[in-house]
């Protein structure tokens, strides 16, 4: 994608596609279609500047699309049906009309901001993993199978999080299981224990984190060579699905 000159680019000012009795409220939008410069097809972007008094729109909803608004500079007021709110530098707004239905809006706010750097910091992570060679296929079928990678999952039994850990687990621990990277480290991390316990038996390693190591060692002392065929049924299932086996 080329760099937009945007010193080049049309700026229409007011809403000429309003009828005429309703065009007086957007006389003093000024707005500029920075993705269409580019071509973009997917979705929208605007930059838009508000003359003191003026509006972006009238009141309106959206049924298929999304629309994110972002503060550059100055301060502007959301009007929405419970009240007004006001938007300053760094403020921003989410319509997500397919999730939250019509006329509602969800606040950009620090936490979001806070899990945008997170996913960032795991996106970096596994990037240099790869690069490492540290990743091996089983791992994300594992975390696929107890989450699908949800980091807001719960379980009928009450493990939480990305990686399902139960609570008492993640306080033994010290991590917060709704963390997707605490929980996503937490989880490497004891499987690697549980394979170096297991002598690089990945099936028992398995085994361990979805039934606890005594569940092992119980199936070990009952079956021995076979200790897989007494283990509990859902922990066979749960090797299965992830090695196949």
Avoid at 18 to 41: D, E, I, M, S, W
Avoid at 58 to 81: A, C, K
């Amino acid at each position: 994608m080329p760099k937009i000159d945007k010193t080049g680019l049309e700026t229409r000012i007011g809403s000429p596609n309003y009828p005429a009795p309703f065009r007086a409220v957007c006389a003093g939008r000024h707005k500029t279609a920075l993705g269409n410069a580019v071509g973009l097809a997917q979705f929208g972007v605007n930059l838009t500047r508000l003359e003191p008094g003026a509006a972006s729109a009238l009141r309106h909803w959206h049924e298929n699309e999304d629309e994110f608004v972002y503060v550059l500079e100055g301060e502007i007021t959301l009007i929405e049906n419970d009240g007004e709110t006001l938007l300053k530098n760094a403020d921003a707004a989410m319509y997500r009309a397919k999730e939250l239905g019509r006329n509602t809006f969800q606040f950009y706010s620090q936490e979001i901001n806070t899990r945008i750097s997170q996913r960032l910091g795991m996106e970096n992570s596994l990037r240099g993993a790869l690069a490492r060679d540290e990743l091996m296929l089983r791992y994300q079928p594992q975390i696929n199978l107890e989450s699908g990678f949800n980091p807001n999952a719960i379980s009928g039994t009450g493990a939480e999080g990305i990686a399902q850990f139960m609570p008492a687990t993640a306080r033994g621990l010290g991590i917060n299981p709704w963390d997707p990277i605490q929980a996503l480290r937490a989880a490497a991390n004891l499987m690697s224990s549980y394979n170096k316990q297991y002598g690089g038996n990945y099936a028992m390693a398995l085994a361990a984190y979805n039934g606890g190591s005594g569940t092992v060692q119980n199936a070990i002392n009952a079956c021995g060579s076979n200790w897989m065929n007494c283990l509990p049924a859902q922990s066979r299932n749960y090797i299965h699905v992830i090695m196949g086996i």
